[in-house]
């Protein structure tokens, strides 16, 4: 029979569509399983300043269909201190929390580990990141909704690219991943996609522009990751214009458009899952592991393994975008 009486959930780093779903499903399963069930707001920082708030099935009423987080969610720098840590220690003993459900990235991860590594508390974690990059999960909770947000907003640009013959650089979220650029940038027929994972060539960029413009294309759409090694959008087009002014050339970025909005249908399932499953972990005994599905089926990696293990961007995925971009 598990010890765990309470429970607490927070959300960590950039929001995501989909959290408030996740804690939908981490305090409606606690409470099944007869837990109390604890938020705390501000994510690490709020564990630090003593946030604390008991949550009921009431409590998190209405929220399935809502972007964001209603417990908030901030990057802490205190955190990352002895100081800092051990006031969080200290609230979490106090508030006499038996376990604690992180929803949240890999920086995220990186502050649970050390919770669990220096205090030896149970902590499991849930991937909520748009960017997809967590290794141990096939998708994280915000991805999809992220993907169709640029799709749409893509859609009209080309729309305006087409009308007035103009190529279109458009600069989507992704620092240090290139999930959301290559799978909207297949999605949207983009000419060309370029992403942190593989070297931009400008002159093999505007090689593919000249091949397009002998082929009659009198528009084009050039997605590019805001990590990309040649600087962004629009830098990218400052260096393509310099060489080949033959397109009327524009930039837009898309920007924190992706984070926001009412989750997809696949993240509402994906997040009541994962949610669903992390309050079972810990029931089970699990601690300092994500929780993920891969090939439908539920999968535990140690912190240490999803953020130091990247996923990387499949090179077949890679190989067909630039075969279907010609």
Request: glycine content about 10%; some cysteine.
């Amino acid at each position: 029979m598990s010890s765990i009486k309470k429970i607490g959930v927070l959300t960590s780093g950039g929001d995501a569509p989909g959290m408030n779903a996740c804690i939908r499903a981490v305090v409606r399963t606690g409470i099944y399983h007869k837990l109390e069930v604890v938020g705390i707001y501000h994510g690490f920082e709020g564990l630090i300043n003593n946030e604390f708030e008991e949550m009921s099935s009431h409590s998190v009423a209405n929220i399935i269909q809502r972007g964001g987080t209603i417990l908030k969610t901030a990057r802490s720098e205190r955190f990352k201190t002895e100081e800092g840590m051990a006031q969080a220690w200290e609230n979490i003993q106090k508030n006499k929390l038996d376990a604690l459900v992180v929803i949240g990235g890999d920086g995220s991860f990186r502050g649970a580990n050390a919770l669990v590594e220096k205090y030896h508390f149970p902590i499991v974690g849930v991937a909520g990141t748009i960017d997809n990059d967590l290794y141990g999960t096939d998708f994280t909770i915000g991805y999809d909704t992220a993907i169709n947000t640029v799709i749409e907003a893509v859609d009209k640009i080309r729309d305006t690219a087409s009308s007035h013959s103009r190529l279109f650089f458009i600069e989507v979220m992704g620092r240090d991943a290139g999930f959301i650029a290559m799978r909207s940038g297949i999605a949207v027929g983009a000419e060309a996609i370029l992403i942190p994972e593989t070297k931009t060539h400008i002159q093999d960029l505007i090689s593919l522009l000249e091949k397009g413009r002998r082929k009659n294309k009198a528009s084009g759409i050039i997605i590019v990751a805001e990590g990309d090694d040649e600087g962004g959008a629009f830098e990218v087009a400052r260096k393509v214009k310099e060489k080949f002014d033959f397109y009327d050339t524009r930039v837009s970025i898309i920007g924190h458009l992706q984070r926001g909005g009412s989750p997809s249908c696949m993240d509402r399932v994906l997040a009541s899952r994962l949610g669903y499953e992390s309050v079972n972990a810990i029931l089970d005994g699990y601690k300092g592991v994500m929780v993920g599905i891969i090939n439908k089926e539920v999968s535990f990696i140690p912190f240490v393994k999803s953020v130091k293990h990247h996923a990387e961007v499949d090179k077949d995925i890679i190989k067909m975008a630039h075969i279907l971009s010609l």
